[in-house]
């Protein structure tokens, strides 16, 4: 008898994401290992630099998020069948651990990105929401996420309400 090869180990449990109004032929669930083959990065690329990672430098990093007692959730939007589709679409959620607020967890939204032939079909929105849904779930008092000036106005629609001013300080990498 042949083994039957072991399913996709999700980022998170996918019971933590609510039922999502998708257009049909579209799945959202939490990142696998494997997606980074159904071009995962390759949607982050929409948003900056990301390298030239490979595959072992990509799992140590799954496996280092995915390990790491309820900080990280990748979502990913997926265009066809489940395990034949294409990433399209893709959110995180980081959770910060606090001393303030009865020791209380903050959701950082990051690295929303959908590919530009995938925009229009409200799919941002629904990575947003799924997203928030989870921080709720995992006990969340706020959601908060940084955006351009430019997109001010589809987190609104998500939602969300200017409440601040982001500031930044970037380190170059050293060599060595």
């Known amino acids: 008898m042949a083994a039957h090869p072991q ?13 999502t109004l998708l257009p049909p032929n579209y799945t959202i669930r939490p990142l696998h290992a494997s997606d980074l083959t159904l071009g995962f990065l390759d ?4 948003l900056t630099t990301v390298g030239d990672i490979n595959a072992a430098e990509f799992n140590a990093r799954f496996e280092e998020m995915r390990s790491s007692n309820g ?3 990748i979502v990913v939007v997926l265009d066809g069948e489940e395990g034949v ?6 959110g995180a959620l980081v959770v910060e651990r606090k001393f ?19 925009q229009g079909k409200k799919l941002g929105l629904r990575i947003i929401q799924a997203l928030d849904g989870i921080a709720e779930r995992v006990g969340c ?11 001010e106005g589809f987190y609104v629609k998500c939602g969300f309400k200017r409440a601040g001013l982001e500031m930044a300080h970037y380190y170059e990498k050293k060599e060595g």
Not at 85 to 90: D, Q, S
Not at 102 to 111: A, P, Q, S, T
């Open 100 to 118: 303030i607020h009865n020791l209380g967890l903050v959701g950082h939204i990051e690295d929303i990105a959908v590919l530009p032939s995938q």
């Open 43 to 46: 949607v982050l690329r929409i």
């Open 141 to 151: 008092y706020k959601s908060i996420l940084d955006c351009s000036e430019a997109n």
């Open 85 to 90: 589709g294409r990433v399209v679409g893709t």
């Open 7 to 19: 399913p996709p180990t999700p980022l998170f449990s996918p019971t933590l994401l609510s039922p």
């Open 71 to 73: 900080a990280y959730y």
